[in-house]
């Protein structure tokens, strides 16, 4: 052999933290060339999609919940509004917007959770939150508030943080009256000028320069009327427009040979984007003003490619989510009945909703007496998992100059832009474990 | 000088972070917590590890996997004290659903190449495979009972964590029987309180999410079910929910499958 031998560096994160599921990332770089990427999942199969099979549909939402404890709605309505759609029924509009109500819970409770317990302590340099305490008191303090009052929407609409009861196939068990909401109000006027608040100190952190490409593909939900959450058409920024029900015939799945998960891609494209950057890219307008405010505070554009900055993403989308609970609440009109019936008939029903982390898609069908005949759910983790590889493939070499430890650290870093939730493995396949 | 603090760790098996996550939804208890313990392992919350032995350990989920199977006794061996947090870990969970099944036959129906899935065939609870100290139940596990546990075991005193029914529950907050009232089917009467009785306060049926109840009376419940007009069939599936594989809800269902 001739010439110099490049020194091999290795990258191994046996257990990489602050996400939820299990999951490990393996890089190999061979002088400044990266030749190896691999987000590892060992997160055990758990085969929802097979023991649904049997089951009856107003079972689904109940039992697809359990997929994940830190995004909960999104399964609860994914699977009611797919076996809704499946029986031709449409809920009404007081039983829609208490649905809102719920999810814009669900995203301050996950947002607040991954910008400041999570994503702000690699930005910051910390271990985790509970350092960062130590010496940033107020910031903590102030997140536990707000991530409080996600919760606590949570629990007084749903029975319970984790693991909602109130919901079901057609709507609510129980529809809170106007008095069980007003206490909200003072907390989310708070929690909306504390958010507003901290986007200055979020602004402030050193993202790294780093730019996804310009015809990178973001995906997410589209609704003629507001800021897409629990419907709407998928869109794309590469000129994808369909319903929901045609899902499959834009994204696809495949089993890429040594790939250790379904990875999900566009058919015929590539690798996509889901998330709130993939929101923010394509719905920037139909934000608040008290938010996109905010975005252009933190000078962020109507377009943001670096995925570092989606903690200010977040940050918008929060105080988004603040200002609309409280406004639903002032305008509260208890749906009588809380649900509407609905009768199974034999067909298949789609459900798509913008989970915190990305759009999170549920296919069933049922037959006449509404035993489920076959499912299908597709999380945005599942969605994200080339996006991240990806990523990472570009980051590194220009990264290469930091000590092993650093560039350990920002890789990890750059994997939590995604606020990753493995947990979600209805569809990740089971590692090989690389021994070597 | 300063008293050592006790180290906790939190590990996670097949399951989907909820419970887990109930500790960092202690959103007031959290910085206090964290002032009262040493944080030791807790890769959700935290990228710092320290070394074993750990005075408490905390485990999330069930074991479905061979590697999972060795891995659980190395946590025994580190652990001074062990708690099985949540329906999985204490039952098997949701996904003790395989149990009943052919589980290849589960592989093939979600994987497009099932030569890569390395699975059990039984998601089993972790007391099956070591000895546990205390179980934590819930689907998720409630976050009172969660904090009373480590409060109590930073004491040195016994968790006072009851056993009763969720009726008791109802009674205590002032729920009306979803079952007598309304007729709505409900696992209460056989099911572990601790939630809150939070199911018949919303208007529907106990669906047994902390699994049964000491000696619970599950054959006349279903009895009782069937005269509310729930089929034999409806039976089974009721009984094989969050905690189809713990024992007494394992025996109902089987016996409803005769």
Redesign the interface.
């Known amino acids: 052999m001739k010439g110099k031998p490049s020194r091999i560096r290795t990258i191994k994160v046996d257990?990489?933290?602050?996400?939820?599921?299990?999951g490990a990332l393996y890089v190999r770089v061979r002088g400044d060339k990266v030749q190896d990427v691999q987000l590892k999942i060992f997160?055990?199969?758990?085969?929802?999609?097979?023991?649904l099979?049997g089951?009856?549909f107003r079972?689904a939402p109940?039992?697809t919940a359990?997929?994940?404890?830190?995004c909960?709605i999104a399964y609860l309505l994914g699977a009611s509004t797919a076996m809704e759609d499946a029986c031709g029924v449409k809920v009404t509009e007081p039983i829609r917007k208490l649905r809102r109500l719920i999810y814009d819970g669900e995203w301050i409770e996950s947002h607040v959770?991954h910008m400041f317990?999570?994503h702000a302590p690699d930005f910051l340099g910390y271990?985790?939150?509970?350092?960062m305490?130590k010496e940033r008191p107020d910031l903590?303090?102030n997140a536990?508030?707000m991530?409080?009052i996600g919760?606590d929407i949570m629990a007084r609409l749903g029975?319970?943080?984790?693991?909602p009861?109130?919901l079901?196939v057609g709507g609510f068990?129980?529809a809170p009256a106007k008095r069980e909401l007003e206490p909200l109000k003072e907390e989310l006027k708070w929690g909306l000028d504390a958010m507003r608040d901290a986007m200055k100190t979020l602004s402030g952190l050193s993202f790294p320069n780093f730019e996804q490409e310009e015809d990178c593909e973001y995906v997410a939900m589209r609704h003629p009327d507001e800021y897409a959450i629990i419907e709407g058409r998928l869109v794309s920024t590469r000129g994808m427009d369909a319903p929901i029900r045609e899902y499959d015939d834009h994204l696809t799945e495949e089993?890429v040979e040594r790939s250790?998960a379904?990875r999900t891609s566009v058919k015929g494209r590539g690798v996509c984007f889901v998330g709130p950057m993939a929101r923010y890219n394509l719905n920037f307008n139909q934000l608040s003003p008290v938010a996109k405010e905010a975005a252009r505070a933190a000078r962020l554009g109507p377009i943001c490619r670096n995925p570092f900055k989606s903690i200010l993403i977040r940050g918008v989308e929060t105080i988004f989510a603040f200002e609309e609970a409280l406004r639903i609440i002032e305008h509260y009109e208890v749906p009588d009945p809380p649900a509407v019936e609905v009768k199974p008939r034999a067909g298949t029903g789609y459900g798509c909703t913008e989970a915190p982390r990305g759009i999170c898609y549920h296919r069933y069908t049922i037959d006449d007496r509404g035993a489920i005949l076959d499912a299908k759910i597709v999380s945005p983790t599942a969605v994200n998992q080339k996006a991240i590889e990806g990523d990472l493939w570009r980051f590194i070499p220009k990264n290469l100059g930091l000590s092993k430890e650093k560039l350990q650290?920002r890789c990890?870093q750059a994997i939590r832009n995604y606020d990753p939730?493995i947990?979600c493995s209805?569809?990740f396949?089971?590692?090989?474990?690389d021994d070597a | 000088m300063p008293k050592k603090r006790p180290k906790l760790a939190v590990w996670?098996?097949?399951?989907?972070?909820?419970?887990q996550?109930?500790l960092?939804?202690c959103?007031?208890e959290?910085?206090a917590v964290?002032g009262a313990v040493e944080?030791a392992y807790f890769?959700?919350?935290?990228?710092?590890v320290a070394k074993g032995p750990y005075d408490l350990s905390l485990v999330e989920g069930s074991i479905?996997?061979p590697?999972?199977a060795e891995r659980i006794h190395r946590i025994r061996r580190q652990s001074k004290f062990l708690v099985s947090i949540g329906a999985c870990a204490t039952s098997g969970?949701?996904?003790a659903?395989?149990n009943f099944?052919n589980?290849k036959?589960?592989?093939s129906?979600?994987?497009?190449?099932p030569g890569?899935?390395?699975?059990l065939n039984k998601?089993t609870p972790i007391a099956d495979h070591i000895a546990v100290d205390f179980e934590l139940r819930g689907?998720?596990v409630s976050?009172v009972q969660l904090l009373e546990l480590v409060n109590a075991l930073l004491n040195g005193r016994k968790p006072n964590i009851g056993n009763q029914s969720v009726c008791v529950g109802c009674k205590a907050r002032g729920a009306v029987c979803v079952m007598v009232a309304r007729g709505a089917p409900c696992l209460g009467p056989v099911t572990q309180e601790g939630?809150g009785a939070?199911?018949p306060?919303?208007?529907?049926g106990c669906?047994g999410?902390f699994g049964p109840k000491e000696s619970p009376n599950t054959g006349s419940l279903s009895e009782r079910w069937g005269v509310l007009g729930v089929d034999k069939k409806?039976r089974v599936?009721a009984f094989r929910?969050?905690n189809a594989y713990a024992d007494a809800f394992r025996r109902e269902s089987e016996a409803n499958e005769r």
């Not at chain 1, 359990?66 to 830190?70: A, D, E, H, L, T």
């Not at chain 1, 029975?159 to 693991?163: K, L, S």
């Not at chain 2, 890769?43 to 710092?48: I, K, M, W």
């Open positions: 257990t990489l933290a602050r996400l939820e599921g299990e997160e055990p199969p758990r085969f929802f999609e097979a023991f099979r089951r009856d079972e109940d039992i359990r997929i994940c404890g830190i909960p959770l317990m999570l271990e985790d939150a509970i350092q305490a903590v303090k536990l508030r991530k409080k919760n029975g319970r943080e984790i693991h009861i109130n079901r068990y129980k089993h250790t379904l650290w990890e939730c947990s209805a569809h396949l089971k590692l090989e474990l | 996670k098996f097949a399951s989907c972070d909820g419970c996550l109930s960092l939804d959103e007031d959290l910085l964290a944080i890769p959700e919350a935290s990228r710092a479905t996997t590697h999972d969970g949701i996904q659903l395989r099944k589980v036959e589960f592989v129906i979600v994987y497009a190449s890569y899935i390395h699975t998601s689907c998720p976050k939630c939070i199911c306060a919303y208007d529907r669906y999410c409806g599936r929910g969050f």
